[in-house]
């Protein structure tokens, strides 16, 4: 049973406009998958473009790129993506 949400418009997010991550991030966010009820709203949030997602799949993050702003984390209506922080 999936939990009532949100819908959100359709966007298209550019993928890392801002260039490669590097080693400034601080903290990046982490998908629990038992949690992820696959409804995209991380993606369309996400000013990066940098979640991986596609219909009945579970979202991604592509970490190159990813600036660990938390967008993703504060929009997903489930709960299922939590920052964590990076380990040098």
Known sequence: MLP???????SRP????GGLTGE???V???VNESKCVSCGACYLW????TILFSPGRKATVDYDYCKGCGVC???????AISMV???S
Do not use: I, L, T
């Open 85 to 87: 922080k990076e380990v």
């Open 46 to 49: 996400c000013p990066e473009g």
């Open 14 to 17: 550019d993928k890392g406009a």
């Open 28 to 30: 990046r966010p982490v």
């Open 24 to 26: 400034w991030r601080v």
């Open 4 to 10: 009532e949400y949100q819908f959100f418009p359709v």
């Open 73 to 79: 984390a504060n929009q997903c209506p489930v709960g």
